[in-house]
């Protein structure tokens, strides 16, 4: 059975950091592109960050573009989303994704597999 669990969101002021934590069971991340995105009330899933197979490729929305960054773990079986110096924009239930196409995309159709989301608020 394949599953994607995401962790590490929480409540945060302005201008704080958080790491999240995806991890996969019963399929190994390495041979999966990985997307990550965040859905705010009212608003459609967008795609924040992706991840190519071999790592060299990664990209970002223009929203989050230099305060996001993705990562894998092989060994862990993990990705990671390290998001620094949070703003109230970026409140929302934050979603992993992986795809067996090796690229990664922004687009939420682009994926196959998806977690159950962990909340992040931003408030001062």
């Known amino acids: 059975q394949r599953q994607l669990v995401e962790s590490g969101g929480g409540w945060v002021q302005p201008g704080e950091r958080l790491r999240l934590s995806c991890k996969a069971s019963?399929?190994?991340?390495?041979?999966?592109?990985i997307g990550w995105f965040r859905q705010a009330p009212g608003k459609e899933r967008e795609g924040v960050s992706c991840?190519?197979?071999?790592?060299?490729?990664?990209g970002y929305a223009d929203s989050v573009q230099g305060r996001f960054t993705i990562s894998r773990d092989h060994a862990k079986n993990t990705i990671y989303l390290q998001i620094d110096n949070l703003q109230a924009a970026d409140t929302a239930v934050y979603y992993c994704?992986?795809?067996?196409?090796?690229?990664?995309?922004?687009?939420?159709?682009?994926?196959?597999?998806w977690g159950q989301g962990t909340q992040v608020t931003v408030t001062s």
């Open positions: 991840i190519g197979i071999g790592g060299d490729s990664t």
């Open positions: 019963g399929f190994r991340l390495r041979y999966y592109a």
């Open positions: 994704a992986a795809d067996r196409n090796p690229g990664g995309t922004l687009t939420k159709a682009t994926y196959d597999y």
